[in-house]
């Protein structure tokens, strides 16, 4: 059965800094995966996806994530936080024919400035 | 522009009545999704429909009902079964011929019970 987990419900940075979030699926068969940012009473945006064409995906916004196998993760990362970048956002995964989108918890950013 | 329009964006209930969220998508996409969104809780799944006049239960389909009449609408009314209605409510659609592609949402609609 499919799973999502995010590691940290919420992530502080400082304005400038590296961004880090991580997601790790579990999938008996190789998965499409995506993330999404959601800010303040608004509904979900696609920010990326993997689609099995290449394993580091560039996103909007500056954002990319690497889709490794072997560790059953695709962390969502950015070289450099920016104010705008404070948001919720999700990992999710759909397996190939299933009919269902299976999300994570979420993760809370914060930017410092 | 393609998209999908939830109405309405605030909704008050008082306890015991019935409401209806509106739900459509003018992007030709056959399946469409109810979430309910807590706090800390993520999106959960209430009801889903891959075709007309077809739906199945999500994980959380107690005192919530649908229909699917058409292929650009799917409301979903909350029931007053439902013992804690208050959340934040959010309809996504997507196609189903091809599992690569993304699930689109609307703006969502903040149920609140008075």
């Known amino acids: 059965a499919q799973s999502v987990t995010q590691l940290g419900s919420h992530v502080s940075v400082s304005e400038g800094a590296l961004v880090l979030l991580r997601c790790n699926y579990s999938?008996?068969?190789?998965?499409?995966l995506f993330w999404y940012v959601q800010y303040p009473n608004q509904g979900l945006q696609l920010l990326l996806k993997?689609?099995?064409?290449?394993?580091l995906v560039k996103g909007i916004n500056g954002f990319e994530a690497e889709f490794k196998k072997s560790e059953t993760s695709f962390h969502l990362t950015k070289p450099s936080a920016h104010m705008s970048d404070a948001a919720e956002y999700f990992c999710?995964?759909?397996?190939?024919?299933?009919?269902?989108?299976?999300f994570g918890p979420g993760t809370s950013l914060s930017v410092i400035p | 522009d393609g998209g999908i329009t939830q109405s309405p964006k605030y909704l008050f209930r008082k306890e015991g009545q019935n409401v209806t969220l509106s739900c459509e998508q003018n992007?030709?996409?056959?399946?469409m999704y109810w979430y309910r969104q807590d706090p800390g809780q993520g999106l959960r799944l209430i009801y889903y429909?891959?075709?007309?006049?077809?739906?199945q239960k999500g994980d959380i389909a107690e005192g919530y009902s649908v229909s699917r009449e058409k292929k650009e609408s799917f409301p979903l009314t909350v029931t007053s079964a439902q013992k804690n209605p208050t959340a934040f409510y959010l309809c996504?659609?997507?196609?189903?011929?091809?599992?690569?592609?993304?699930?689109?949402f609307g703006q969502g609609t903040r149920l609140t019970v008075v």
């Open positions: 996504a659609s997507s196609m189903i011929q091809d599992w690569s592609t993304e699930a689109f």
């Open positions: 999938s008996s068969v190789p998965p499409y």
């Open positions: 993997y689609t099995s064409a290449a394993t």
């Open positions: 999710a995964v759909r397996e190939t024919s299933y009919d269902k989108v299976i």
């Open positions: 992007l030709n996409h056959d399946a």
């Open positions: 429909s891959q075709i007309v006049n077809d739906f």
